[in-house]
């Protein structure tokens, strides 16, 4: 019998007893995505070399990201995540894991990452560490042996838009264009954390905050209840799903439900908003 639930999936999410029960599995890779905004006051280095779940590995969502551009956390080239990964031991044949310390927030950023590269072996961690700890499982705060592992990657440029891409799709109509920044930032009544940015939202785009998606422990909602929050939130799940948030972190929590629920064709607006919002020829709506 196995020891945890049927609703595992290595390919999106998995419970905390499936990875207890994986943890001593040489081929499993554990990686500590956790990222918070800058008025959190967190340093998740800090909080990894603290105490982490045994064996994982710090993934930097800053640095191991397109440094060339302005805007934060863009999605790695393929040369340097091939780079990183290999330090961190992180090569093919390998199942990756990844958690966060709020729960599910920004590893899942770090899943559509992974394939983004046509890695499909990974899944995020559901309730991540704030669950693992608990249930008053192992912790550790030594870094883990690594050895350099050899990784092949092939970039889906399906899914990822750039502006452009977005612009047009608003403009036709042709895909739902989901922001999963909270309501009263979406409606242009809050200020944008990053300064600079005009307040309100895509023309046309829906708004299903990432926070409604998760329950109160920082598990993610089931398929049936995120579909119908899908639903609720005006989503017309038969046309292809562009997701969009303050800068592109959120926003894969969306790619991640909607992976869970069987929607196939989605994307994530890597830009998001911090990129959007920052272009006055680029048109805003309000309310």
Known sequence: MQPFSPADDPRTLVSTDWLAAHLANPDLRVLDASWYLPDAGRDPRAEYDAGHIPGARFFDLDEISDQR???????????????????????????????????????????????LMGKL???????????????????????????DRHITVQRQATLIKDVTQVAHAAKLAEAEIIDARPA???????????????????????????????????????????????????VDLHKPAISSC???????????????????????????????????????EKG
Do not use: C
């Not at 990964?85 to 590893?107: E, K």
């Not at 990974?122 to 690594?146: F, S």
């Not at 926003?251 to 869970?260: G, H, M, N, Q, T």
């Open 69 to 115: 551009s302005a805007l934060p956390h863009m999605a790695p080239t393929p040369e340097k995540f091939v780079s990183r990964m290999r330090a961190l031991g992180i090569g093919d044949g390998h199942q990756v894991v990844i958690y966060d310390g709020s729960g599910i927030f920004s590893a899942p950023r770090v899943w559509w990452t992974f394939r």
């Open 184 to 234: 009263d930032r979406f409606r242009g009544d809050a200020p944008e954390p990053r300064p600079g940015l005009r307040a309100g939202h895509i023309p046309g785009s829906k708004n299903l905050p990432a926070a409604s998606l998760v329950n109160p422990d920082g598990t993610l909602k089931s398929p049936p209840e995120l579909r119908a929050l899908f639903e609720a939130a005006g």
């Open 121 to 147: 072996d990974v899944a995020v961690l559901d309730g991540g560490l704030p669950k693992w700890r608990a249930e008053g499982r192992e912790i550790e705060d030594m870094p883990p042996m690594v050895r």
């Open 246 to 284: 303050g800068s592109g972190v959120t926003a894969a929590v969306l790619d991640l439900a909607l992976e869970r629920i069987g929607h196939r064709k989605h994307a994530l607006y890597d830009g998001s908003w911090a990129e959007w919002g920052m272009y006055d020829d680029l048109k805003v």
